[in-house]
């Protein structure tokens, strides 16, 4: 079956940096989206960024944009969330999330249109 496994999360100050792991299994990531969201306590889930992991399109959510960037590398079945300049708000703990396109990454993302879900990773920024 489809499993999604985060890594990469921990206790980072402000203005550092972190970088996520999504490894797949269960299925290759020759036509499908990942996403990456996150969640903080009382606050509603928050598409962060997604990409196709056949063409390469991505989206970003404004609240990080130029700030974190995300990739996939295929031959791992891996996806990553590089995160830079992060803040305090940035605080949350982060899934990834996969599932076939339809209809196209943005809304996907916005929506949170994904039927696979990890466990999650938890990210602290704070001094």
């Known amino acids: 079956q489809v499993q999604l496994v985060e890594s990469g999360g921990g206790l980072v100050q402000p203005g550092g940096s972190l970088r996520l792991s999504c490894a797949a299994s269960?299925?290759?990531?020759?036509?499908?989206?990942i996403g990456w969201f996150r969640q903080a306590p009382g606050k509603e889930r928050e598409g962060v960024s997604c990409?196709?992991?056949?063409?390469?399109?991505?989206y970003y959510a404004d609240s990080v944009k130029g700030r974190f960037t995300i990739s996939r590398d295929n031959a791992k079945n891996t996806v990553y969330l590089q995160m830079n300049s992060l803040k305090a708000e940035d605080t949350a703990v982060y899934y990834c999330?996969?599932?076939?396109?339809?209809?196209?990454?943005?809304?996907?993302?916005?929506?949170?249109?994904?039927?696979?879900w990890g466990q999650g990773t938890q990210v602290t920024v704070s001094s």
């Open positions: 999330a996969g599932d076939s396109i339809f209809p196209n990454v943005q809304a996907m993302c916005v929506n949170a249109l994904f039927g696979s």
């Open positions: 990409i196709s992991t056949s063409d390469g399109s991505t």
């Open positions: 269960g299925f290759t990531l020759d036509d499908y989206a």
